[in-house]
């Protein structure tokens, strides 16, 4: 094994979409039980980053390991990796036509093959635990925005995951809801969950997060602990990035 | 008026053609309900095809394409007459051997697979992308994602557009006439022949409508429902 005993390495990721360079030659280490945030403009690779190291994108070059499996030949059993993976999206995702306990409980019965009553039992305790227990038999579209990411958030806790990828998790969500989603996923870092996050919600980053990387046109320009990046960055481009989001109150 | 009324509408004529008609008719719904399930069944069957990944299923999805272009390019009645009067023709097992019923079963339902196919289709291709990522991103394979993610919601997105195919369905059972099955036109011209009324294609006439009416406004209905329930949801 050459991950050096992280949990996550990424070396020299490549992606491309079409003439597009999306992600450059991204070298990266998770450590078990870690919070990397991703931060830098719309664009600059955050979320395609996100989406290679769970397979939903494929990548051109360079390798990705996760828990001592290389995740980027082609030999990999991408509906086992990603078991082992959970992702929430910016928009939510949530299935509409199913309940919100049904949303909870298909992947656990139809991917892990948990019985109903196993399944429900879980995604009961997990409602509970974010306090909508009372909305297992709502359908999504009766729940705020903020309720839906947390079921979201949950759904993918059901698969109980080694790894929880949050791809811009706040950002579709009106400003008065971003804080009982924030404070679901402080828990979680709380309890050990590796994590790593791509978000525009700098002050929360600075609180969380063990590292923070900089993403600009596709490399990591600068990465460093949440101290060093929010108050002394070294790069030129962090700071100009940095202060773009003082000056619009996002930190 | 009072010569037109006579010929279409004689009230001895219409009710002496009822019972002859509705014999036909009989045939007409069946005809109707057997060829609706099969539809149902193998135009999901083909849209999945269509819509399976990879080179390797290259083949199966030409062959879908090719039989929706086929088949919804060729008249029912030309697709009913070589079915009748052709394939009895080959002499081949089973396929040579049917009644006219079940080749009249056939055509519709060949000719009304290619069209629903394309409705399925429509309704799958509308499912947002993000659906089936956030599916598969649970770790459903490819064919649990489309059971249990896509099919369900597309399956709901077209079902008035189903229900109008239906009622062309239920029309086109007329054409079946040609090839021999006697259904409700037969038996209309059979009374027409014997009575010198036209009476029975009236009652015929009647009888569609009465069938295809419910089924109109069931899906106007339907459709009005889900207007209003998006409205509801963007407001």
């Keep these: ?251 | 008026m009072g010569k037109f009324l006579h010929v279409f509408f004689s009230p001895l004529g219409l009710r002496r053609a009822v019972p002859q008609v509705w014999d036909g008719f009989q045939t007409n719904i069946k005809l109707m309900v057997i060829a609706e399930v099969l539809v149902l069944a193998f135009a999901l069957l083909i849209a999945v095809v269509r819509g399976l990944p990879g080179r390797s299923a290259f083949p199966l999805r030409a062959l879908a394409i090719v039989y929706t272009d086929f088949f919804r390019g060729t008249p029912l009645i030309l697709v009913a007459y070589v079915s009748a009067l052709g394939l009895p023709s080959l002499v081949i097992a089973v396929v040579s051997h049917q009644s006219l019923f079940v080749y009249g079963v056939m055509s519709l339902t060949l000719v009304y697979t290619a069209y629903v196919t394309e409705v399925y289709r429509a309704g799958i291709e509308s499912v947002h992308p993000s659906q089936r990522m956030a599916a598969r991103s649970l770790g459903l394979n490819y064919a649990q994602t489309l059971r249990y993610v896509i099919l369900p919601q597309a399956i709901r997105r077209v079902v008035p557009p189903l229900l109008n195919d239906f009622i062309g369905l239920q029309k086109d059972t007329a054409i079946i006439t040609v090839i021999g099955v006697t259904e409700a036109l037969a038996q209309a011209g059979f009374y027409s022949n014997d009575f010198f009324s036209y009476a029975g294609y009236m009652v015929a006439a009647i009888f569609f409508v009465l069938l295809t009416i419910p089924f109109a406004r069931f899906t106007d209905n339907l459709i009005k429902q889900r207007e209003r329930r998006e409205r509801a949801q963007l407001a």
């Design chain 1, 1 to 251: 094994m050459t991950d050096g005993g992280h949990f996550v390495t990424l070396a020299g990721v490549s992606k491309s979409f079409g003439d597009n360079v999306v992600l450059h030659g991204i070298d990266l280490s998770v450590d078990l039980h870690q919070v990397v945030c991703l931060i830098g403009a719309s664009g600059s690779g955050k979320s395609t980053l996100l989406r290679c190291i769970n397979r939903l994108e494929a990548v051109d070059a360079g390798t990705i390991v996760i828990d001592g499996q290389t995740i980027t030949n082609g030999a990999v059993d991408v509906n086992s990796l990603r078991r082992k993976i959970g992702i929430v999206f910016q928009a939510f995702n949530l299935f509409p036509h199913m309940t919100v306990l049904q949303n909870i409980t298909l992947a656990p019965r139809k991917a892990r093959g948990l019985t109903k009553a196993e399944a429900e039992g879980t995604a009961r305790e997990l409602l509970a635990r974010i306090g909508l227990q009372d909305k297992a038999s709502e359908f999504p579209d009766r729940l705020s925005g903020g309720q839906q990411q947390r079921v979201a958030i949950v759904r993918a806790l059901a698969m109980e995951p080694k790894l929880m990828l949050l791809d811009e998790i706040t950002s579709a969500l009106d400003p008065q809801l971003v804080s009982e989603v924030l404070n679901l996923v402080r828990e979680l870092a709380q309890t050990g969950m590796t994590m790593i996050l791509a978000t525009h919600e700098m002050s929360f980053a600075n609180e969380v997060a063990d590292k923070v990387c900089f993403l600009d046109a596709g490399v990591i320009c600068e990465e460093g602990p949440p101290a060093q990046i929010f108050t002394a960055p070294k790069e030129q481009r962090t700071r100009e990035f940095l202060s773009r989001i003082i000056e619009s109150g996002r930190l």
